[in-house]
C-alpha cells in the first residue's frame, strides 16, 4: 500500500496467432482511478487512496484489441497491508488507595492499531522511587514502600510506546487516596485544679494530631 506513483503493478501477457499489436485499456473496476494501463504494462499512477485499511484488493476489466477482435481479461491486484499508521494510545487518569498491596493492578492502557501491530510500553519518566512498573499493556504496584499519601498524592508517569515503526508517548495519571493508616498522637499531660471548683470547670485541654485528618 505504500508503493510510489508511477510504480510498474504487472505486466500483461497476451500472444496473437497472427502477429497483430494488440491494444489494452482499462474499461472498469479502477475505483479512484488509481491504475493505468501503459502499453502491455499496469502502473500505479495515484497512489493517494492506495490505503490498505481501506481497500484490500482491486478488480481491473481490461480491453485489449488487435484491431478487427476485442475480448476482455481480469486483473486481480491484492494490496498488501504494512505498518503505516501510528498507534493512538490514550492517556489515562486513576486513582488507587495508598494502602494497595504490590503487584496491584493500577490502571490498564487503551489503544488502538489500524495495522494490527503489537506495541510495547515502558515507563520514562517520573516513576518516583520504582513504585509503578508496566507488564504488557497494565500499569502495577512493583514497590508499595513508598506508596504514602502523606509523602506524594499523585503521580505522572510518561509511558512510551513503540509499534516497530512508530514511537510516541502518552501519560498517565495516578492519584494516590488518602486513607486512615496512622494512629493519632495523643499528649499525656499533667494537671492540677482546687479542691472547691465548680461543676463545668475546665479541667484540661487534651493536645492530639492525626496525619491523616480524621476528626
Known amino acids: 500500500e505504500s508503493v ?5 503493478v504487472v505486466t500483461l501477457s497476451g ?3 497472427d ?3 494488440i491494444v489494452y485499456s482499462i474499461v472498469s473496476w479502477n475505483a479512484d482511478w488509481i491504475f493505468w494501463i501503459s502499453g502491455d504494462q499496469i502502473i500505479v499512477v495515484d497512489r493517494s487512496n492506495l490505503d490498505y485499511e481501506i481497500t484490500t484488493w482491486y ?4 480491453e485489449w484489441d488487435d484491431g478487427l477482435y476485442t475480448w476482455w481479461a481480469t486483473v486481480t491486484i491484492s494490496i498488501w497491508n504494512i505498518n503505516d499508521n501510528p ?3 490514550d492517556d489515562v487518569t486513576w486513582a488507587i ?5 504490590t503487584w496491584t493492578l493500577v490502571t490498564t492502557i487503551s489503544w488502538s492499531d489500524l495495522d494490527g501491530d503489537s506495541i510495547t510500553y515502558s515507563i520514562v519518566w517520573w516513576n518516583w522511587d520504582w513504585i509503578f512498573g508496566i507488564s504488557w499493556y497494565q500499569i502495577i504496584v512493583v514497590d508499595r514502600t513508598n506508596l504514602d ?3 506524594t498524592t499523585w503521580y505522572i508517569l510518561s509511558i512510551e510506546w513503540n509499534d516497530g515503526t512508530y514511537t510516541g508517548w502518552a501519560i498517565v495519571t495516578i492519584s494516590i487516596w488518602n486513607i486512615n493508616d496512622n494512629a493519632p498522637v495523643v499528649d499525656d499531660g499533667t494537671w492540677a485544679i482546687d479542691e472547691d471548683v465548680g461543676t463545668g470547670t475546665l479541667v484540661a485541654t487534651i493536645s492530639w494530631s492525626d496525619i491523616d485528618g480524621d476528626p
Request: hydrophobic share 40%; proline share 4%; net charge negative.
Open 15 to 17: 500472444s496473437d496467432l
Open 59 to 62: 478488480v481491473l476489466d481490461i
Open 19 to 21: 502477429g497483430d499489436s
Open 149 to 151: 499519601y502523606e509523602s
Open 4 to 8: 510510489a506513483t508511477w510504480t510498474l
Open 87 to 89: 498507534p493512538v494510545v
Open 97 to 101: 488507595n495508598e494502602n494497595v498491596a
